[in-house]
């Protein structure tokens, strides 16, 4: 079993995440990113080229920019594909717990969870941590 991540956005945000995750990891040899409504890419026949290339025991955890966008709505008929979890408002956390984990076992639903309350606390209004850091001085 090899685990996948996708990110997939509209417009270049997807390739901007992968580029910051290049900053911080040696390989994304397992990590690919798609961009739909740009200029001479074709999402749709992007997105089914990959699937044809992971084999059905693969896992592939899939982010989007926007539940309920296009983007997000093209990828649903995955949840239908055995292993395959798709989070959608993901932020640069996100990616980087998952991407750390382990892949000698799949996550779980519970797990997929997991990661995403962690990443929503990383979530915050700086102004307010300021001040308790004192950062006028």
Same mark, same amino acid.
């Given at each position: 079993?090899?685990?996948?991540?996708?990110?997939?956005?509209?417009?270049?945000?997807?390739?901007?995440?992968?580029?910051?995750?290049?900053?911080?990891?040696?390989?994304?040899?397992?990590?690919?990113?798609?961009?739909?409504?740009?200029?001479?890419?074709?999402?749709?026949?992007?997105?089914?080229?990959?699937?044809?290339? +992971?084999? $059905?025991?693969?896992?592939?955890?899939?982010?989007?920019?926007? /539940?309920?966008? &296009?983007?997000?709505?093209? %990828?649903? =008929?995955?949840?239908?594909?055995?292993?395959?979890? +798709?989070? $959608?408002?993901?932020?640069?956390?996100?990616?980087?717990?998952? /991407?750390?984990? &382990?892949?000698?076992?799949? %996550?779980? =639903?519970?797990?997929?969870?997991?990661?995403?309350?962690?990443?929503?606390?990383?979530?915050?209004?700086?102004?307010?941590?300021?001040?308790?850091?004192?950062?006028?001085?």
């Amino acid at each position: 079993m090899n685990r996948y991540i996708v990110i997939a956005s509209h417009g270049p945000f997807a390739k901007g995440a992968y580029e910051s995750l290049k900053m911080f990891f040696s390989s994304l040899n397992n990590c690919k990113y798609f961009t739909a409504y740009v200029e001479d890419y074709n999402f749709e026949n992007e997105v089914d080229t990959f699937l044809e290339s +992971i084999t $059905s025991d693969d896992e592939l955890i899939v982010f989007t920019d926007l /539940l309920g966008g &296009s983007v997000n709505t093209q %990828l649903l =008929p995955l949840t239908n594909r055995d292993h395959t979890h +798709i989070i $959608s408002g993901f932020n640069f956390p996100l990616l980087v717990s998952t /991407l750390v984990l &382990s892949s000698e076992e799949y %996550l779980s =639903p519970v797990d997929i969870q997991l990661l995403i309350d962690e990443a929503k606390s990383g979530i915050c209004y700086v102004n307010i941590l300021a001040d308790d850091f004192n950062c006028d001085e």
